[in-house]
């Protein structure tokens, strides 16, 4: 899949939000690639306009999502339906809203199988009870037979992958699937993603906001902010040797459960950008550390600057500043 | 360690149930006893549905417990009524993980943090202005402030006005509810710092309740972890962080993910989910998805006993250090 000059704007009361602001990334078959960044980033905005959920009267997109020799963003409603859910899953955060309560979970996986292949009713709710074992729920057989409600959080993911899965997709989208599990039950559910990487070669965008998940599954990353993609690289670049004051700022800001234990969290000082208006040079720059006035001017190419050959990052700073940045000596000294 | 001060609450044999399903009483706390020193922030984790959230609003009473006391002070707060209830009740507050649902949004955020002060300490309307005004200084949102009602604020902001507000009536002690789950992160280490800030320069004793085990670590002196509806261990951060004494905790902190990445440590995974509270486990409550459990764990009950100088375990079969010389 390759994206190029992606836009959502959307109709807001105070004028036009540009939820994602131009971007372009390619993803690689059988990779993990984790979006990351806060709310308003765009990264759920992105995801959703990948396979046209975000359609409407008030939505604006632009550019183009290629995909098996089509440009998604220009298909028509009908081309894809049939792409969803067949090439291209999407896992939602919240099982609970997304699946159907009067529906018992292995119609919903059924369903999904039966609307994309001429498969008989006996055959589908088989294969769903399959599914269902496949992504790890103990007793499938009855978990098939039950209705969302009477299962827990965790199940209720598993049965959401299970649809994801049901025919399996090229690529699977998973927006925070983990967010509202507790820790125990989000290892296992990190776990199930990566073997259905390994076994099934899907190729997986993860999208989160804990660094802890990224450094756990990735391959690769890219981190946003304020509907653009200010770095991307490998995992162990982005998170090991970062490019841009963002990255590194939110990794320092992160506390820990492993390392010496600090006083002061380094905290980045202001918020994210969240309306209409954004700032004409780097949209980082008020909350940055490091910037000087040339930040103001425009928002810098998406290049290859100091790093890797694919670890690309849109920031000025030169490298002895980006050392000083990584350290993390000068964003101590933010606001409370 | 540092001479233990005096507790400056006291739960003992604390016990909150619910109405459940058919008729059956659940059990959400299951007879806590807990110390909480004055001036320490005690961190009390654990996953959805242990209770600690429960235990938390039943310190306050906004749940009412079902059986046990809670002293504070040499109260019973479990028997107060009244004005003297109302009193003690100011010395003691709240912080709650959404702070938008719990601020009212007709009002301006002067009205709804001179509130407390006005009801529960009896201050004249003039030195509870002034009060509010140092009070949004001292959270970072500035006197001015004051004017502007909820909906003008963004998430981090509206738990600084959470905090505010629980700070208004000059309490000792304060339970702290979820009060970043919700933020993102960096805003998260800003609320952080500023709660470390408030708990130094007031001598606050607070209850951090967390299912994050990161900012915990962070924040709290102390860690007591849960786990349906008992506390299963308590030990000082740093001892709990080097390794927990309980295979729950054990395996709770090895599921978080970390930035140095899986290879630097053990994943233990936990088998299942969390048994069903209305009718828990018999024996050890853990012994169903425990990878130590011998036969004892299953018919007896482990009490909470120190295996350590200032750790409790509520374990057969703790996970101690050998050089610690301690008989388990």
Not at chain 1, 282 to 288: I, L, M, Q, Y
Not at chain 2, 197 to 210: A, N, P
Not at chain 2, 275 to 287: E, N, Q, R
Request: hydrophobic fraction near 40%; charge should be neutral.
């Amino acid at each position: 899949m390759e994206i190029r000059d992606l836009r959502v704007e959307f109709d807001v009361p105070a004028g036009r939000l540009p939820a994602v602001a131009g971007i372009d990334l390619d993803l690689r078959r059988g990779e993990l690639l984790a979006l990351v960044g806060e709310s308003g980033s765009g990264k759920s905005a992105l995801s959703m306009s990948l396979v046209g959920l975000n359609r409407g009267p008030t939505a604006h997109i632009s550019g183009e999502v290629r995909f098996g020799g089509r440009n998604l963003v220009a298909a028509s409603e009908k081309e894809l339906r049939g792409v969803r859910g067949r090439d291209i899953s999407v896992v939602f955060q919240d099982a609970l809203a997304a699946l159907n309560p009067t529906q018992k979970v292995g119609d919903q996986v059924a369903e999904m199988i039966r609307t994309h292949r001429k498969v008989g009713r006996r055959d589908a709710w088989k294969r769903a009870e399959e599914l269902l074992g496949e992504v790890g729920i103990a007793n499938p057989v009855q978990a098939a037979r039950a209705y969302p409600h009477q299962l827990s959080g965790g199940m209720r993911q598993r049965v959401m992958i299970a649809i994801g899965l049901a025919n399996d997709p090229a690529v699977l989208i998973a927006d925070e699937p983990t967010t509202a599990l507790d820790v125990t039950i989000q290892a296992q559910v990190l776990k199930l993603l990566k073997r259905l990487q390994a076994e099934h070669g899907t190729t997986i965008v993860l999208i989160t906001h804990d660094l802890g998940v990224v450094a756990e599954v990735a391959d690769r990353v890219a981190v946003m902010y304020a509907g653009r993609v200010i770095e991307q690289g490998t995992r162990d670049e982005v998170l090991f040797h970062p490019q841009h004051p963002y990255t590194m700022a939110l990794l320092h800001s992160v506390p820990r459960v492993d390392g010496p234990h600090t006083d002061r969290l380094p905290a980045i000082a202001g918020s994210p950008l969240t309306g209409v208006t954004r700032p004409s040079g780097c949209a980082f720059a008020p909350r940055c550390a490091f910037a000087s006035a040339g930040c103001g001017d425009h928002m810098p190419e998406l290049l290859r600057r100091y790093g890797g050959s694919g670890h690309l990052d849109r920031c000025l700073l030169d490298e002895p500043a980006r050392g000083r940045a990584r350290a993390g000596s000068d964003s101590q000294a933010v606001a409370p | 360690m540092i001479a233990k001060p005096a507790p400056l609450l006291q739960l003992e044999k604390l016990r909150v149930e619910f109405h459940g399903t058919a008729g059956r009483r659940v059990r959400a706390v299951r007879d806590v006893d807990l110390e909480i020193y004055e001036g320490e922030t005690l961190g009390l984790v654990g996953e959805s549905g242990c209770g600690k959230s429960t235990l938390g609003r039943a310190m306050l009473r906004i749940t009412e417990p079902t059986a046990g006391s809670i002293n504070y002070l040499g109260l019973d707060i479990t028997r107060l009524r009244g004005t003297v209830f109302r009193r003690t009740r100011a010395d003691l507050q709240m912080v709650f993980q959404d702070p938008f649902g719990s601020l009212n949004p007709r009002r301006t955020i002067a009205d709804i943090v001179a509130e407390p002060m006005l009801r529960a300490r009896g201050m004249s309307r003039a030195d509870a202005q002034k009060a509010v005004g140092d009070l949004l200084d001292q959270v970072g949102l500035g006197r001015e402030a004051g004017a502007r009602r909820p909906h003008e604020f963004s998430g981090g902001q509206r738990q600084r006005i959470g905090i505010a507000r629980a700070l208004a009536p000059s309490p000792r002690f304060v339970v702290a509810d979820e009060p970043v789950s919700a933020l993102d992160v960096s805003i998260q280490a800003q609320v952080i710092n500023l709660l470390t800030d408030l708990i130094r320069e007031r001598g606050l004793t607070m209850l951090f309740i967390s299912h994050d085990l990161g900012v915990v670590r962070h924040i709290a002196d102390r860690i007591a972890v849960m786990y349906l509806g008992e506390i299963i261990e308590i030990a000082s951060r740093d001892d709990f962080f080097a390794g927990p004494a309980h295979p729950y905790g054990e395996a709770l902190l090895s599921s978080v993910p970390t930035l140095g990445g899986t290879s630097a440590r053990e994943r233990i995974e936990l088998a299942g989910e969390l048994p069903d509270p209305a009718s828990p486990p018999s024996g050890c409550t853990f012994h169903t998805r425990c990878r130590y459990a011998v036969d004892r764990c299953r018919v007896e009950a482990p009490a909470l006993r120190e295996v350590e100088p200032g750790r409790q375990v509520r374990c057969h079969l703790p996970l101690l250090t050998v050089s610690k010389g301690a008989a388990a």
